[in-house]
């Protein structure tokens, strides 16, 4: 009877553990994601400082997107914003400020399943988001070699997704990377202590380092000490892999998302400067 109760409770746990990797393998939502579905708030921007304008574009698949936009001064470059896998462009905006105060033109686009966008998030939705934002500067006149990517967390993915697949002839002008991973999967890999078969489960892998290894333009990767969401040891796989020119910063006692705290954003912009003076 005893041995019974065992076998009775095995199988259960057994069960219970096959229901969870199928549950990870069918609604990753439930456990990569946390979007916020409100559409982002516009005049809550305007209310501080931040003027910029609603444009609308379209998917290759014909997913409605939009994005937030301030044109650069005079022959400033623009700074394309990429944020990570939670809230919405709301969250995020005020890390643009500093940029759009010293005439840097910003583009911060939403993806589905965020900001009141319709669709499932996938790594090959938010593939086609991406490029999708990169087409609408294009059709404004932008160029490459005026464009800086800047990915934040999953946005480094997405970032570096675009850097490779559209900067194959002409590279972009730059490329940062806030709290970035070498990939979900590593990420997942070291931070879960569950065994778990997650090569088979984890459908996407979000892999940063099968992309970056091949581009050519300057590279900033900023890491934070203390990241319990993508330990410091993920971007330093990243920048190790990465090609020259390159530089990474490592912010002591900082989080995931308290760089702009330690304020960043002017560490970026001396990063910048310095790249033009020596004409990257």
Same mark, same amino acid.
């Given at each position: 009877?005893?041995?019974?109760?065992?076998?009775?409770?095995?199988?259960?746990?057994?069960?219970?553990?096959?229901?969870?990797?199928?549950?990870?393998?069918?609604?990753? @939502?439930?456990?990569?994601?946390?979007?916020?579905?409100?559409?982002?708030?516009? @005049?809550?921007?305007?209310?501080?400082?931040?003027?910029?304008?609603?444009? @609308?574009?379209?998917? #290759? !698949?014909?997913?409605?997107?939009?994005?937030?936009?301030? /044109?650069?001064?005079?022959?400033?470059?623009?700074?394309?914003?990429?944020?990570?896998?939670?809230?919405?462009?709301?969250?995020?905006?005020?890390?643009?400020?500093?940029?759009?105060?010293?005439?840097?033109?910003?583009?911060? /686009?939403?993806?589905?399943?965020?900001?009141?966008? =319709?669709?499932?998030?996938?790594?090959?939705?938010? @593939?086609? !988001?991406?490029?999708?934002?990169?087409?609408?500067?294009?059709?404004?006149?932008? #160029?490459?070699?005026?464009?800086?990517?800047?990915?934040?967390?999953?946005?480094?993915?997405?970032?570096?997704?675009?850097?490779?697949?559209?900067?194959?002839?002409?590279?972009?002008?730059?490329?940062?990377?806030?709290?970035?991973?070498?990939?979900?999967?590593?990420?997942? #890999?070291?931070?879960?202590?569950?065994?778990?078969?997650?090569?088979?489960?984890?459908? %996407?892998?979000?892999?940063?380092?099968?992309?970056? =290894?091949?581009?050519?333009?300057?590279?900033?990767?900023?890491?934070?000490? !203390? %990241?319990?969401?993508?330990?410091?040891?993920?971007?330093?796989?990243?920048?190790?892999?990465? /090609?020259?020119?390159?530089?990474?910063?490592?912010?002591?006692?900082?989080?995931?998302?308290?760089?702009?705290?330690?304020?960043?954003?002017? %560490?970026?912009?001396?990063?910048?400067?310095?790249?033009?003076?020596?004409?990257?």
């Amino acid at each position: 009877m005893h041995k019974r109760i065992i076998l009775t409770i095995l199988g259960l746990c057994f069960f219970a553990y096959i229901l969870f990797c199928m549950s990870v393998y069918f609604f990753p @939502e439930l456990y990569f994601y946390d979007p916020s579905t409100m559409e982002s708030r516009l @005049e809550v921007a305007h209310s501080n400082s931040y003027d910029a304008q609603r444009v @609308e574009y379209s998917a #290759k !698949d014909d997913t409605p997107l939009y994005a937030w936009y301030t /044109p650069p001064q005079k022959s400033k470059p623009i700074i394309v914003f990429m944020h990570g896998n939670s809230y919405n462009i709301e969250k995020f905006y005020h890390k643009l400020i500093p940029f759009a105060e010293a005439g840097y033109g910003t583009f911060i /686009p939403e993806y589905r399943g965020f900001g009141g966008i =319709k669709g499932k998030i996938t790594q090959s939705g938010l @593939e086609q !988001d991406v490029i999708s934002a990169i087409n609408w500067l294009y059709n404004q006149g932008f #160029k490459n070699r005026q464009i800086i990517l800047y990915g934040m967390s999953l946005g480094s993915y997405t970032a570096t997704y675009a850097a490779h697949t559209l900067g194959r002839q002409t590279s972009f002008r730059a490329l940062i990377l806030e709290v970035p991973f070498d990939s979900m999967y590593a990420d997942v #890999k070291q931070i879960v202590k569950i065994p778990l078969p997650l090569k088979l489960i984890m459908k %996407d892998k979000y892999d940063n380092l099968s992309h970056i =290894k091949d581009l050519s333009l300057p590279i900033l990767i900023m890491g934070a000490s !203390d %990241d319990t969401l993508v330990p410091i040891e993920r971007a330093k796989n990243l920048f190790k892999a990465s /090609p020259d020119p390159k530089k990474m910063i490592i912010y002591k006692g900082a989080e995931h998302s308290d760089l702009y705290k330690y304020r960043n954003y002017k %560490d970026i912009m001396d990063w910048l400067q310095a790249n033009e003076k020596v004409g990257l």
